[in-house]
C-alpha cells in the first residue's frame, strides 16, 4: 500500500484529534498511579489518627514528647512545648524514635552464649546464682519505679544496686563529695544565670535535656552581639557549641584543668570574687603555657567571666579543677549555678567498683550498651536491641519504645524535681520481658510497676506541694482525690515541684584539687546526644544524619 | 486562599543538630538509605556546614538547612520539565512535584540552581514490619523520580481539612506548621505567609540582615536567610556559595 500525502495529513489530522481527547491523558495518568503502587512499594497504614502524650524514655533525661498513632501504630513524634524542661524540643534522633521497634537488630528471642535458649532457662540461671552468692543490679536510669524493683530485690538477697553514671552526672561529682549532698540531689540554674562558662561540654549540642538549654540560648543569647547570656565556650576545636557561643576560647586539647587553675588565680589575686582560696599551686605563666593562650588572655576570661554575674563553670566530666574554680567564683550552692534540689536526697554506688565478688550482675536495658561490667561474674543482660560484640553469658529481649510501662523522675541536671509517667503505648510481644518482671517471675512479693506508680502519685497528692503540668498548669493542692492526679499524670501530665526555699549547699575544700579524676579524659573529647545515646542502635533515619549528608561524622559504635 | 508561604531561617540560631532533616524524612516517608551517600541520598531538607576559611581561633562556622527554594520567577524546574510534573501552586506559591507524573529525566535537578533535589535511585524500603510506623498522609515515591521539600502538603492538606469542617474558608496558621520548623529546637526555622503583611515572617523577610541564597538568578526564592554576620551575608552570592558544593544523581 502506497503511502499517500493524504494517508500523511490524516494521520497528523488524527493524533492531533486524539490529543485534544482525554483518553491519551488518562491513559498516562493510570499508568502512572499504577506504576506508584507496585506490590512492594510500601503503603502507609490507613486508619483513625490520634495523638498521644508520652516521653522518651531512651536516656534518663525524659524529654515530653507528642506521639501520633494510626491504626494503633506510632507514626511520628513532634516534642511537647509544655514540657517544663524540654520545652518542645527533641534530639534529633528521637524524631525517628518510632521507628526502632522494627530495627533488624531487634531482640526477639533469649540469647545464652551463641545459641538460643528460653525465658525459663534464663530464671533457673538467675536464681541458682541468687542461692550461690551476692548479685549486683546494673540501672542507667535510677529513680524509676524499676529502679526501685531492682533496689528492693537486691536488698532481700543482700546484694548491691548500682548505677552508671553520664559526663553530665559526673561533672557533678566533686561538689557531691566536697558538701555530702548527693549527685542526684543536685542540679544547674541555668534559668538564672548571666554567664556560662562551658569547659568542652556540648551544651548546644544535646547536653544534659537537649531542649533545656538550647531554648534558653535561643530566648537569651542567639544572634546578640551583647546577649543577656553570655556563652564562653573553652575548646580545643571549633565543635557546634564553640560555633554559636559568644565567645570561642580555643585551648590545647586536655588542658581544660589548668585554664580553670589560671583563672582562679587571677580571681583571687585581683579578687575579683569574694573568696580568699584555695589558691591553686599553678602560676599564670604556667597555665598558659598549657593551654596555649597569652597570660595577658587568661586573664581578659577571668575579668570577662565575672563581669556578668551570676557566673557557672560546667565540666565534660568529673573534672576536678573545674569544680573548684566554681567554688572560688561562689557558683556552688548559688543562684546561677550549682543548686541543691528539693527532693532528691538518694546517693547511688557507681557501677565502675564494687561488684568485682558479685556471682551475678543483672544490667538493664537502660544501662548504655557499650558499658562492659568490670567484673567476671554470670552477666545477665537486658536488651531490646543487638548492639553487636555483647560480653554478656544471657542477652535478654527486653520492651522496645512505648512498649513497657514506667515513669520519669527527674532529669539528672535539672534544678528542680519532676515526675511524670509513660504509659505503654504498644503491647509487648510475648517473647520480650523488662528486667523488673524478670525479677518479679522470680520473686513474686515484689511490687508491681503500676502499685510504685501508684504509691509514688499518692506521695505527691499528699505531699500537695508542686504543680501539674499539661495543658494548664493545675496546683497539687486543688485536686480533690489521688485518682484525679493519677488519671493527669498517665495522661502525659509533668508534676513539677516548688522552687525550694534554700538551694544552698557548702563545699568544704581547702586546698586546689591535685587528683586527676580517672574522667578527666572526657573534657577533651566530645560527648554529645549520639553518645548519650543509651539504646543500641540508632534510629534507622540517622542515616540521613551520619550518611546521606556530611553533617556529622557516624559513631563507630553505632549500627544506624 | 492566596498564600504565598515562604519560611525565613536565622542562621545565628542554627545549631547543626539536624532534627529537621530527620523529622523531614520521618514525615515525608522518606527511607533510610543505608547504600546512600551525600551524592545518592534523599535529603529534602538538608543541612549544610560552611567556614570562613580562616585557621585557629578566627575560624567561624555557621550551618545552613537548604531545601528547596520554592522560586516565585521563572521557576527552573518548572520551566524545564516535559511532564509538567512540577508546578507553582498559584494558592500558595508552594512548587508542587508530582511523582505520578514525573518520568525520571533529572532536568529539573540539573535546572535547580540550588541542588535542592534528589532522584529516587532504589525502591523504597523499610526493615520488615517498619512500613506500619509510615505517615499515613504522605505516599511513598517509588523508584525513578525526583523528590523535594513540598513544605509538608500533607500538613496543607490537614489543616484545610479541619477548617472545612469548621465550615471556615481559610486555615488557622497554627494548623500548618512543616515538620522541620516544629523540628528545630532553637526557632532558627520560622514559617508564615510572605503575603500577608501581618505576618512577622514577612516582616522578618525584609529586615536589614535578611537575603536570598543567589538572588541575583532574580528567581524569586521563598526561603529567605538571616545573620549579622557580613561574611555569612557573603555566601549568598557566592559562585562557590553553599549550594553548590555536593551534587546529586
Known sequence: MKLTRRDLLWGVAGTAGLLVTPVPWKLLDDVSIWSQNWPWIPQPAHGPVEVKQSFCTLCPNGCGMRVRMASGWPVGVAGVASHPISRGALCPLGFGVHQLNWHPRRLRTVRHGASSSSWEAAQVAFAKACSEGPIAIIDGYPGRAASSVFETFVQKRNGSYRTVSSPETLALAPYANWSGVPVAGLGYDLENAQTIVSFGAPLLDGWATPGRFTRLWAERAAGSKDPQLRLIQVEASLSRTAARAWQWVSVHAGSEAALAAGVARVLLEEHLVPARGPMPPMTLAEAAGQTGLSTGAIVDLARTMVARPPVVAIANGDNLAIAALNVVLGAAGARGGIVRKSKHTESYASADTGIDSARAVLIDASVPWDFVPPTNAEVFRFAAWDGGSSTADWLLPAPGFLEELTDVPTAPTSAIATYAVAPSLLKASPEVQSAAQFLSGIDPALMTMEKIIHARCADLFRGRAGTLQGQEATPVAKFASVQKLEEQLWKGAVWVDEPPRSTAFRCQLKEWPTTVSSAQALSSSSVNWSNAWRAPVLPPLASKLYQESSLREAPDRRNA | ?249
Open chain 2, 1 to 249: 486562599m492566596n498564600a504565598r508561604y515562604g519560611m525565613v531561617i536565622d542562621l545565628d540560631r542554627c545549631t547543626g543538630c539536624g532534627s529537621c532533616m530527620v523529622a523531614c524524612a520521618a514525615e515525608n516517608n522518606v527511607a533510610p538509605l543505608p547504600q546512600a551517600s551525600p551524592r545518592t541520598g534523599i535529603t529534602p531538607m538538608l543541612v549544610r556546614k560552611v567556614s570562613n576559611g580562616m585557621e585557629g581561633g578566627a575560624q567561624r562556622e555557621v550551618f545552613i538547612p537548604i531545601m528547596c527554594m520554592h522560586c516565585e520567577h521563572e521557576t527552573p524546574c518548572v520551566s524545564v520539565c516535559p511532564q509538567q510534573a512540577v508546578e507553582v501552586d498559584k494558592a500558595t506559591g508552594i512548587v508542587m512535584q508530582m511523582p505520578q507524573r514525573c518520568l525520571g529525566c533529572r532536568y529539573c535537578m540539573t535546572a535547580c540552581p540550588y541542588h535542592a533535589r534528589y532522584f529516587n535511585w532504589w525502591d523504597p524500603a523499610w526493615p520488615a514490619g517498619m512500613e506500619k510506623s509510615l505517615n499515613p498522609g504522605v505516599a511513598v515515591r517509588m523508584r525513578g523520580v525526583v523528590e523535594k521539600c513540598n513544605m509538608c502538603h500533607a500538613r496543607l492538606h490537614s489543616a484545610m481539612a479541619k477548617a472545612a469542617a469548621a465550615g471556615k474558608r481559610e486555615i488557622d496558621p497554627a494548623d500548618y506548621v512543616p515538620a522541620c520548623v516544629e523540628a528545630c529546637p532553637t526557632a532558627a526555622i520560622r514559617f508564615g505567609n510572605l503575603a500577608d503583611q501581618n505576618d512577622a515572617v514577612s516582616h522578618e523577610a525584609h529586615s536589614p540582615d535578611a537575603f536570598r541564597l543567589l538572588a541575583r538568578l532574580d528567581t524569586e526564592p521563598k526561603v529567605y536567610y538571616k545573620s549579622k554576620e557580613a561574611w555569612v551575608r557573603a555566601l549568598a552570592e557566592s559562585k562557590s556559595g553553599p549550594g553548590s558544593e555536593v551534587k546529586h544523581g
